[in-house]
């Protein structure tokens, strides 16, 4: 009888043991994602992966993975600040955003009593800050940032172009209250800027550059003139990556990958994304081309940190923010598996900065024809009497691209500013006061694009 019992139970206790696998393994992990379709340094870890199914294809499938099914689910968002409220919610365990909102995020967290989350991969970056910008109408009265005083100003609160206005005005010492600040989504600061309702409007990526591309808006602060690079990164709920760090490891593979995927072929890439996203790919190619303003690398740079702790420090003078401890919110752990993984040298990755000034200095000024794609200019007088040929003979032109002397920034052709020195040489500007003070010494003359083209056509 004891012996039938003992069976009885080891037969039960098989089941159960039995019972316990099937159930890890029919286990489903939810990989939820936060992202933003309207903002160009979050595509690749965005739009890029999830049109390209990249996560699927390099989430573990072995160990005690074997079995596991994978539920993902993409959450697009006008701006950081609601992915953040989503993944506090626990709706969303990855979220991608840009310096400010990242700051915020952890802030956010490390604010509660128990809910954390890590900054474990950037996405792209600009050295020199470019990304962020103030746009007025077209017609406004208004070239420099200190004629905004007591005029309205629009911005998505929360959004890194709302910590990039900040940090001007605090540049200026121009109290907040000295403007009349109204939180406003980018496609509605867009589109006030473009119907004349507001005075101007602070916008992140690529949101600037549609304006000025459409006609409807004029530049008169980009963010390079903040003197802080611009970046956005990757962060997980903390107990999301715990529990599952292979699952993390294997998000930044795809974004690895994504950057790959756009480096390799820009025109294809940015032709593509157009029509996930709607954003036109002209716009789309002034950054992720070659020169272009984003630098597509997932690194944790020592100088991103010491960009970060300022931001937060910009916060901070607004009592906009709470306390954050950056040694707890950043991990590389995540990142340096990723690149390990992919055969990369992370450490290589890391100390390499790409500066728009040195890399873009001898690359060629571009025309994208309408029928005939992108031909290229090795100087500005070419580019410029190549322009006013095909305007002579009607032909349709996409775009043109220059670079600012000053910055090496891309610009639109149309957008810059120009000098013609004595010699008949040319310079291009993204600010029209380098321009007069490249012009004074070289005792040339300041015009426009329209001036320019006119001024090779006779």
Not at 87 to 98: D, H, W
Not at 215 to 239: F, N
Not at 263 to 274: L, R
Not at 391 to 404: F, H, I, M, P, W
Request: glycine content about 8%; aromatic content about 10%.
């Amino acid at each position: 009888m004891r012996n039938k019992l003992r069976s009885t139970l080891a037969a039960a206790a098989i089941l159960t043991a039995a019972s316990a696998t099937t159930l890890q393994a029919a286990e489903t992990i939810r990989i939820a994602v936060g992202h933003q379709s309207m903002c160009t340094d979050t595509y690749t870890a965005g739009i890029v992966i999830k049109e390209l199914k990249l996560l699927e294809k390099h989430l573990p499938k072995d160990g005690k993975y074997k079995d596991v099914k994978y539920d993902i689910s993409w959450s697009d968002y006008s701006s950081g600040g609601p992915i953040t409220n989503q993944m506090l919610a626990n709706k969303l365990n990855f979220g991608v955003m840009g310096d400010y909102p990242l700051i915020v995020n952890g802030a956010k967290f490390q604010a509660t009593d128990s809910l954390r989350t890590l900054y474990v991969a950037g996405t792209g970056y600009n050295l020199k800050g470019s990304g962020n910008a103030i746009v007025v109408p077209v017609k406004s009265d208004i070239y420099e940032f200190s004629q905004l005083e007591g005029k309205s100003v629009s911005t998505p609160v929360g959004s890194a172009a709302w910590g990039m206005l900040l940090k001007a005005l605090q540049d200026e010492k121009l109290p907040v209250s000295k403007i009349q600040l109204k939180n406003q989504s980018p496609a509605v600061g867009a589109a006030n800027i473009a119907a004349g309702k507001i005075d101007a409007h602070s916008d992140f990526c690529p949101w600037s550059e549609l304006m000025e591309f459409r006609g409807t808006g004029r530049k008169i602060y980009d963010g390079s003139e903040a003197g802080v690079p611009y970046l956005h990164g990757v962060v997980v709920r903390q107990d999301f990556a715990e529990k599952y760090p292979e699952v993390v490891t294997a998000f930044i593979k795809a974004v690895y990958e994504a950057g790959k995927w756009i480096e390799a072929d820009p025109i294809k890439a940015t032709e593509m994304m157009e029509k996930w996203t709607g954003v036109e790919k002209e716009v789309l190619y002034l950054y992720f081309s070659k020169g272009g303003h984003l630098t597509l690398e997932p690194s944790i740079k020592d100088k991103w940190v010491e960009a970060l702790k300022f931001n937060h420090g910009v916060l901070v003078r607004e009592k906009a923010i709470p306390p954050l401890d950056f040694d707890a919110w950043i991990t590389e752990k995540y990142v340096k598996a990723a690149f390990k993984e992919l055969g990369a040298d992370y450490e290589k990755a890391k100390a390499t900065i790409v500066d728009p000034v040195e890399a873009n200095a001898k690359l060629p000024m571009e025309i994208w024809h309408a029928r005939e794609g992108i031909s290229t200019y090795p100087s500005l007088g070419e580019f410029l009497k190549a322009v006013a040929e095909f305007n002579a003979v009607g032909q349709k032109l996409n775009a043109t691209y220059v670079y600012d002397k000053e910055t090496g920034l891309k610009l639109f052709g149309k957008t810059a500013v120009y000098v013609q020195a004595p010699d008949g040489k040319y310079a291009a500007f993204l600010r029209k006061k380098e321009a007069e003070k490249y012009a004074a010494s070289v005792k040339g003359k300041v015009i426009d694009f329209e001036g320019a083209l006119a001024s090779v056509a006779s």
